[in-house]
């Protein structure tokens, strides 16, 4: 990281100092390099049995003119949820008041590159629009993720920054993202990311940012 004068780095805390040196692109000064080591800015891209202490699975909802629910998952989820699955619909007026609801038999609408649309029949009659959220009983599945924090985005793609085999290089990896996971703060990664990979877990914003300098500046050098 470099800077016109003293002043804390956002990724270590170091202070920058002016330099004529410039670092080819992909990579930061090795001082900051190994703060970020000493402070753990570094996870590893794991498979877990999810959910570990999530029993629901949630998604927001609404009543349509016909009296059906429509309910928008994640593409991901599709897989755990079988023909009449039942669950409950809860309106967001009030949410204690809960109602069976179970899957319609029409075919899934994509609703956006990474969800789908599924419809449900209520127990009760509902006014067209009233929203809420349908819960159905979630299902243990394997799943990529990472921390939600290593996750990066871009007008056109959301990316992760992956650590290279020499621990001072990084690639900017364009990924296809699922379901969030709260209070761990974990994200699903649903393809452009293998397990075990290291990841920039913290920081990754400045880094990126440092990154992104580094580019520009060699590449105007190399103009000249």
Same mark, same amino acid.
């Given at each position: 990281?470099?800077?016109d004068?003293k002043?804390?780095?956002? &990724?270590?805390?170091?202070? #920058?100092?002016?330099?004529?040196a410039?670092? !080819?692109?992909?990579h930061i000064?090795?001082r900051?390099?190994?703060n970020?080591?000493?402070?753990?800015a570094?996870d590893?891209a794991? &498979?877990h049995? #999810?959910?570990? /202490?999530?029993?629901?699975?949630?998604?927001?909802?609404? +009543?349509?003119?016909?009296?059906? +629910?429509?309910a &928008?998952?994640? /593409?991901e989820? #599709?897989?755990s949820?079988?023909?009449?699955?039942?669950?409950?619909?809860?309106?967001t007026?009030?949410?204690?008041?809960?109602?069976?609801?179970?899957?319609? =038999?029409d !075919?899934?609408?994509?609703?956006?590159k990474?969800? @789908?649309?599924?419809?449900?029949h209520?127990?009760?009659?509902l006014?067209?629009?009233? *929203?809420?959220w349908?819960? =159905?009983?979630?299902?243990p599945?394997?799943? =990529?993720?990472?921390? @939600?924090?290593a996750i #990066?985005?871009?007008?056109?793609?959301?990316?992760v920054l992956v650590?290279?085999?020499?621990?001072?290089?990084?690639?900017k990896?364009p990924v296809?993202l699922? $379901?969030?996971?709260?209070?761990?703060? @974990?994200?699903?990664?649903?393809?452009?990311?293998? %397990? $075990? $990979?290291? *990841? *920039?877990?913290r920081? %990754?914003?400045?880094?990126?940012?440092?990154?992104?300098?580094?580019e520009r500046?060699?590449k105007?050098?190399?103009?000249r």
């Amino acid at each position: 990281m470099r800077a016109d004068a003293k002043a804390p780095c956002p &990724i270590c805390r170091m202070a #920058l100092e002016p330099s004529a040196a410039r670092e !080819a692109p992909g990579h930061i000064d090795p001082r900051a390099l190994e703060n970020l080591r000493r402070h753990d800015a570094f996870d590893v891209a794991q &498979i877990h049995d #999810l959910p570990s /202490n999530v029993p629901e699975l949630r998604a927001p909802a609404w +009543v349509e003119d016909d009296g059906l +629910v429509s309910a &928008i998952f994640y /593409n991901e989820q #599709l897989e755990s949820l079988g023909a009449g699955e039942k669950g409950t619909f809860a309106p967001t007026a009030d949410p204690k008041s809960r109602m069976t609801v179970q899957r319609a =038999l029409d !075919a899934p609408i994509p609703w956006d590159k990474s969800s @789908t649309r599924l419809r449900f029949h209520l127990t009760r009659t509902l006014v067209p629009g009233v *929203v809420g959220w349908v819960a =159905l009983a979630r299902k243990p599945q394997k799943r =990529l993720t990472v921390p @939600t924090s290593a996750i #990066l985005h871009a007008p056109d793609a959301s990316y992760v920054l992956v650590v290279g085999s020499d621990g001072s290089t990084f690639e900017k990896r364009p990924v296809e993202l699922g $379901e969030t996971f709260r209070p761990s703060d @974990t994200t699903v990664v649903l393809s452009g990311l293998y %397990a $075990e $990979e290291r *990841v *920039v877990a913290r920081a %990754a914003f400045f880094l990126d940012t440092e990154l992104r300098s580094s580019e520009r500046t060699a590449k105007q050098e190399a103009a000249r």
